[in-house]
């Protein structure tokens, strides 16, 4: 005799409770595309099923998810507490050299805010009055104009040598640190700081040659001495070497900073080069509805059917289709969350490359300003002393003019990267929580007259601003998927992460690596750190 079927009535309070949870989970997802059609579909789906079969296949649904993610959790959290979020190792004690050259560091810090005031202001000035001295054969007025001028030059010297002592002791350093790492983020990094320190020592070692002939000139005008014009000579030859080698170093900086801006732009925009990707995903999502309602479908006809025609063994039909519809459900919500994460992380990657063209054009701009334009500009006044016995500043303006036009352009760069520096320290105290990435902790805000404080120590560099910031998320879209946050990274968008790697110049062949283990290298979380230091350098750089 068959067994009579009594069809489960439907339970409001558990069809209310799903739908209180799905209306929740629509409010986190109101950003995603398919959150008017995929979140309804699948929310009627599932009120409609109303039974208490369907309502056991969502739970096992649920249970089933559960455990996968306890088994996946479990030792992602045992690797991200055993590797310290990613932390090189414990922090080794300073060595002697290392305080002396942050002291050393310092000291130039303090000096070069004067030292800028005395170059844009106090040496054009000297100029002009040496100049309207010589044309009105006023003996007083040049020689209180050369003992200035001693001074300013003196103070010059003094910066400059120091910086020529740091710029050598971090060249070597980096050179040791490059020697060390043989491969990878942390060799290319110290390498390029090596070449980069050891390149600003030998101009600042000209430099400082400049600024003692300076003071040798100075020096004979204030005496009298029948030497005057040859020390003029000598100062205006080592006066232009130096402009034209600083300007030539300009020239190479802007030369790097449009090859990454050409290579970066070369990439295409990231929501074009992915726009096949994230269709595809968003029809995922249609598909995973699609076919949960269709079981649906299946599971409701079977039970109306052993409901009209009772027979043996219509509970394992219905059984089976109910399983089935669970399985498709299972299918909705990993499909939705790898549509909202590839969209998440294609508007970031775009971001970041807008950042970088960004950041390579004000390079630029600062570059052509106060190198190609200011230091060769002063280097043509040095010249102009040269080729004038008497020295150009005593019977031509034009001299002391390109000197004051070249100092001011140069001063104008210097007071803008001194202003933006400051105002980075102060957001970093004042508003941390503008360069945190989700998934970070943001510090607590500083006061206003501690931020204000903290800004003005112009001897401190930005440790969290928005450039370390923008290293950590293009870190975390190339990495691999061993690294915490990086395992829902879709392998297209995470390659074409890589491929901004390479155009900032941080690719395979910068880090004498294969391509394999280059790949690796983004894969292992003791190297967090270094990629980080090596991609924040390099979107500094040029």
């Known amino acids: 005799m068959s067994t009579p079927v009594h069809r489960t009535p439907t339970r409001p309070t558990s069809v209310a409770t799903l739908a209180s949870v799905e209306q929740r989970r629509e409010g986190s997802r109101a950003g995603s595309p398919s959150g008017n059609s995929a979140e309804h579909a699948f929310l009627r789906l599932q009120s409609s099923v109303g039974n208490r079969a369907a309502t056991a296949a969502v739970q096992r649904a649920r249970s089933a998810t559960g455990e996968r993610a306890a088994q996946a959790t479990g030792p992602a959290g045992e690797q991200a507490a055993g590797g310290g979020g990613g932390a090189d190792g414990a922090r080794q004690k300073k060595s002697y050299r290392d305080r002396i050259n942050a002291m050393l ?6 000096l070069e805010p004067t030292d800028n005031i005395v170059k844009g202001g106090q040496t054009p000035t ?18 209180n104009a050369a003992i200035s001028g001693t001074s300013a030059a003196g103070w010059n010297l003094l910066t400059e ?5 740091v710029s050598g002791m971090d060249a070597y350093k980096n050179m040791k640190g490059a020697k060390s790492n043989e491969t990878g983020a942390k060799h290319h990094t110290a390498n390029r700081k090596a070449k980069t320190k050891g390149t600003d020592a030998g101009v600042g070692a000209v430099s400082s040659g400049s600024y003692g002939a300076a003071i040798a000139k100075e020096a004979t005008k204030v005496q009298g001495a029948t030497n005057a014009a040859t020390a003029a000579e000598a100062s205006g030859a080592l006066s232009a ?15 790097g900073a449009a090859s ?10 990231a929501n074009e080069v992915n726009a096949d990707l994230l269709a595809r995903l968003d029809r995922e999502v249609h598909m995973s509805v699609y076919r949960a309602n269709a079981a649906r479908a299946e599971a409701q006809a079977r039970l109306d059917a052993a409901e009209a025609y009772p027979h043996e063994g219509w509970q394992e039909g219905v059984e089976a289709a109910f399983a089935a519809l669970d399985r498709e459900l299972r299918t909705i919500e990993p499909a939705e969350e790898a549509y909202r994460r590839a969209v998440k992380d294609t508007a970031n990657l775009r971001q970041a490359q807008t950042y970088v063209k960004n950041k390579q054009l004000t390079k630029i701009s600062k570059e052509m300003v106060g190198g190609m334009m200011g230091e060769p500009a002063k280097a043509t006044a040095g010249v102009l002393t040269l080729v004038t016995a008497t020295g150009a500043m005593a019977s031509n303006p034009a001299g002391w003019i390109l000197a004051a036009v070249g100092a001011g352009l140069v001063l104008l760069t210097t007071g803008y990267k001194a202003g933006r520096a400051a105002t980075k320290r102060y957001d970093e105290k004042r508003h941390p929580d503008r360069y945190t990435l989700e998934g970070e902790t943001a510090e607590e805000a500083a006061p206003r007259t501690d931020s204000l404080k903290h800004a003005l120590k112009f001897w401190k560099k930005v440790s969290k601003g928005e450039r370390q910031a923008m290293a950590r998320r293009i ?6 998927p061993d690294i915490p946050g990086s395992g829902s990274t879709t392998p297209q968008l995470r390659e074409s992460a890589r491929e901004l790697l390479i155009a900032l110049k941080a690719g395979p ?6 391509p394999e283990r280059w790949a690796e290298s983004l894969n292992d979380p003791t190297k967090r750190d270094g990629w980080i230091s090596e991609i924040a350098e390099q979107l500094a750089s040029g």
Not at 132 to 142: D, F, I, P, S, V
Not at 161 to 165: F, I, L, P, R, Y
Not at 260 to 269: E, I, M, S
């Open 126 to 143: 000297n100029a002009a009055l040496t100049h309207q001295a010589g044309a009105t054969a006023n003996g007083g007025l040049a020689n």
């Open 475 to 480: 870190y975390g879209l190339a990495a691999g």
């Open 161 to 165: 040598a120091t910086g020529v002592v």
């Open 241 to 255: 070497v130096t402009g034209y080698a600083k300007g030539i170093r300009a020239l190479i900086r802007v030369g």
């Open 260 to 269: 990454k801006y050409k290579n970066v732009k070369n990439l295409g925009d």
């Open 509 to 514: 062949a910068q880090h004498k690596l294969s």
């Open 105 to 110: 560091d310092r000291f130039k810090k303090n």
